[in-house]
């Protein structure tokens, strides 16, 4: 059992320490990658993945999706909000992937 536990906790700071190392500039390349037809699959993945992971940890606390939101509809949110605010990719992708989401999808009160 404690095998476990550990791995789970080593595992879970792998995930943060990457989360925390990936900015917002390089979230917008891999967007430029997923956007060119001859860019590559795997940056492309990337863009997606991390949109994904994000919003499956912050939906419901920190935004609202409502029913229906597909996944290409997170990352197309997520696209525009960084096309149109070139001035933040310096901060943390986490952060603005989370904007995002806030301003399109908010909770209700």
Known sequence: MK?????IFLV????????????????HQWL???????GSLLKSGFFSGYVGGVV???DGILFCTSSGVTRG????V????LKNNPEK???????LVIEAM????????
Request: proline fraction near 6%; hydrophobic fraction near 40%; charge should be positive.
């Open 73 to 76: 509809q997170n990352s197309a």
């Open 56 to 58: 499956d940890v912050g």
């Open 12 to 27: 879970s700071n792998v995930n943060v320490a990457f989360a925390g190392f990936t900015d917002a500039n390089e979230l």
């Open 32 to 38: 430029q990658e997923k956007e060119n037809p001859n």
């Open 3 to 7: 095998k476990i536990i550990m791995a």
């Open 89 to 95: 990719w310096n901060q943390p992708a986490d952060s």
């Open 102 to 109: 806030k301003k399109a999808f908010p909770c209700k009160k």
């Open 78 to 81: 997520v696209a525009k909000f």
